[in-house]
């Protein structure tokens, strides 16, 4: 059948059958209606929430933890390989509409363990596990001086066989295996203002340390540190030998990890290759996301959650599981709409396939196949869907402007009391429609296989 | 010889109506060449309806085999015997069966929506053509509920001839009628007969019908009567 045909079929229909089509494409309108307004309202309330209630508007995204290899795998060896985040989903990231910058985060994959602490606390200190990540160093760039936080091997000292031939406090950056080293000024760190708190409040007290304020710290040019790299107490690295290199903290940051060391990125990307492996450098093991503001961080999280990258953040991840809970239960309800509607449809259908054998037995006579006669039916219903669709959609836009507009005018100014309580993002409006059209198809699809399969014959025997 | 627009082999049709199975047809075996007019007749209950059901594809719960122009319908797909139907078979029924919420014009056209590879205005320009031929050109406008049994049975006519079809099925076109249309419309089946050779099958139990008929068949209780069958 051609499509002028079918157009030309569907269209008589809307006009002969209009009431009942009417009557049936009602449920299909408020279920569509029910749908949109309930998720525009979820999307407007998640957008104030984490907009301007929780004002977020950085986000660290990680990759699902590495899965439990099981029984299996560990007896197979293997699995365990880390996730990481691609430079590819990195770039992608920037792409999100709304994203300012894209600051990933490369941990330490390998062991590590440090000593040193004696210009403060009066004698070495040391960390059998030294957990450490690697930043771009501009995310620190607000908490330190200018200079201090970047990678020493930006501006290499002399070349060096080992630390003796380095002066001040210059050690041999020198990999395993490499012909031979450079001087190299101690890799400045940053450390994060939660774990100084810890220390000053718990861990000083105990041991008789004084407390390490931020000002003692600047003070006393930065504490200098020994790491061992590849090597803790817990073991050591699969490859590559452990070796010795001078850090020094430069700063305490909001950007840097909470327990832990923060590195320059260059500097970490180079020990992970070292110690474990070309992917350990190049897989970033989180990307914090800027965005230009807090209301985008909605979409930031849901841009991370298709490439499969959740919130570390646990507020933002919860206002955002909450909302998104609420929005499925009330999905639900209009789902259940729908499914009733559908039902509706289907009663209507069947009347009117039941009432129209004779017409459909003749056009099987002239030559209509089944299929053509199922596939007008199924047109019909969709053509219909569409109509009740839009209907849904003005109806869900109307009902949320007068909400609006009620909050606006009824209810007392609460903190962060926004202008409106929904979004309609393109894609809602699309949403809608496909749910509409799809209700409708499914409604019509038992009356179509059963117009299809109107005897020819008998149906026009009658008169 | 050429072969036959209809030949049927051992055709039987049994009918499940509950308990008792009812045996429409039993064990016809007719053969109509291409031009021929050939009127069906017997008494009410005899098969009739369903012999013609049959042979025009619309009814394919039979025994035995059936060929139309050649090709055993039992064998090809519903599709493709329904495209058999669109263009070779033109059925014209004792109720008329014109829709209602159409125009005697939309009505002629109406197997014109089922044809792939139709062309919109040779299609208008063939309607038109065809309510002239059926005396109808100035009523084209007017819905079948404006118009009287004989003049309805016309448009069906007009319609069934829309796609030049080779076969004309008709089930007592002149049941509903009185005589006097009744008769019109036997004269209008002579001409179509005469003028386009076109094969007609017409079945009734009428015999004023079977007084245009080229041969006559006799139906009884679903058996062909082939002692009584005649040269018209
Ligand atoms: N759909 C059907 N179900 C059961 N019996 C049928 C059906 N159609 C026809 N019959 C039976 O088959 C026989 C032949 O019917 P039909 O072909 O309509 O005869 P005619 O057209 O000659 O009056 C009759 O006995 C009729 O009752
Ligand atoms: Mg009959």
């Known amino acids: ?463 | 010889m050429s072969v036959p627009a209809i030949r049927t082999r051992g055709l039987s049709r049994v009918h499940d109506g509950g308990r008792d199975a009812r045996r429409a047809l039993v064990d016809v075996e007719i053969a109509i060449e291409e031009g021929e007019f050939v009127c069906v007749l017997g008494p009410s209950g005899s098969g009739k309806s369903t012999l013609l059901a049959v042979i025009g594809g619309l009814d394919r719960g039979y025994q035995g085999q059936v060929e139309l122009f050649g090709e055993d319908i039992g064998r090809v797909s519903d599709a493709a015997l329904a495209r058999l139907r669109g263009e070779r078979i033109g059925f014209v029924f004792q109720h008329f069966h014109l829709l209602h919420h159409l125009t005697v014009i939309e009505n002629v056209t109406t197997p014109a929506l089922f044809d792939p590879r139709g062309d919109e205005e040779a299609c208008l320009a063939r309607a038109k053509h065809l309510l002239d031929r059926v005396g109808l050109a100035d009523r084209a406008g007017d819905t079948p509920a404006e118009l009287s049994g004989g003049q309805r049975q016309r448009v069906a006519i007009a319609r069934a001839l829309l796609r030049k079809p080779k076969l004309l099925l008709c089930d007592e076109p002149t049941g509903n009628l009185d005589a006097d249309t009744g008769a019109r419309i036997i004269e209008l089946f002579e001409e179509l007969h005469r003028e386009e050779r076109l094969t007609i099958v017409a079945v009734t139990h009428e015999e004023r019908l079977a007084r245009a008929a080229t041969r006559i068949l006799r139906l009884h209780d679903g058996r062909v009567d082939a002692s009584k069958e005649e040269p018209a």
């Open chain 1, 1 to 463: 059948m051609k499509l002028a045909a079918l157009v030309r079929l569907v269209r008589r229909d809307l006009a002969r059958a209009r009431r009942a089509l009417a009557g049936s494409a009602f449920g299909i309108a408020a279920g569509t209606a029910t749908l949109v307004f309930f998720l525009a309202l979820g999307l407007g309330v998640r957008a104030v929430l984490l907009g301007e209630v929780f004002p977020i508007d950085r986000i660290e995204l990680e990759p699902p933890k590495a899965k439990d290899p099981g029984l299996l795998g560990l007896l197979l060896g293997g699995g365990g390989e880390p996730t990481g985040i691609r430079p590819d989903d990195v770039d992608a990231l920037g792409r999100v509409p709304g994203v300012k910058r894209v600051l990933p985060k490369l941990s330490l994959a390998f062991p590590a363990s440090a000593r040193g602490g004696r210009e403060i606390l009066g004698h070495d200190v040391g960390a059998s596990e030294l957990p450490g990540d690697g930043i771009d160093p501009s995310l620190a760039a607000g908490d330190v001086k200018p200079g201090l936080f970047v990678d020493p091997m930006d501006t290499p000292g002399p070349a060096c066989a080992d630390d003796a031939a380095c002066t001040g406090g210059a050690y041999c950056e020198r990999a395993e295996g490499a012909a031979e080293g450079r001087c190299s000024a101690p890799v400045p760190a940053i450390v994060s203002r939660y774990l100084v708190e810890i220390f000053d409040k718990s861990i000083a007290p105990a041991h008789g340390f004084p407390a390490v304020g931020e000002t003692l710290l600047s003070r006393a040019q930065g504490i200098t540190f020994t790491v061992r790299l590849g090597e803790s107490l817990l073991g050591r690295a699969k490859q590559g030998s452990p070796r010795t290199i001078r850090a020094r903290i430069v700063g305490i940051s909001g950007s840097a990890t909470d327990l832990g060391l923060t590195f320059p990125l260059g500097v970490v990307r180079r020990w992970n290759r070292e110690f474990g492996g070309e992917r350990a450098a190049e897989r970033y093991s989180s990307a914090v996301v800027e965005a230009r503001s807090g209301a985008e961080v909605a979409d930031v999280i849901d841009a991370g959650a298709r490439m499969g990258l959740s919130p570390k953040d646990t507020r933002a991840r919860d206002v955002s599981v909450l909302v998104s809970g609420v929005m499925a239960l009330l999905s639900l309800v209009a789902g259940v709409v729908l499914v009733v509607s559908a039902s509706s449809i289907t009663q209507t259908f069947r009347a009117l396939v039941l009432e129209r054998r004779s017409e459909i037995a003749l056009y099987r006579a002239v030559g209509a196949t089944a299929g053509e006669i199922g596939a007008w039916t199924v047109s019909l219903a969709a053509v219909v869907g569409f109509f009740a669709g839009a209907l849904g959609l003005l109806v869900a836009r109307i009902l949320a402007f007068f909400a609006d507009w009620a909050a606006a005018e009824k209810l007392p100014d609460f903190p962060f009391k926004p202008d409106t309580f929904f979004a309609f993002p393109w894609w809602l409006w699309l949403l809608g429609m496909g749910f509409s059209v799809l209700f409708s198809v499914l409604g019509a699809i038992g009356p179509a296989r059963a117009a299809a399969k109107v005897d020819p014959a008998r149906a026009l025997a009658g008169s």
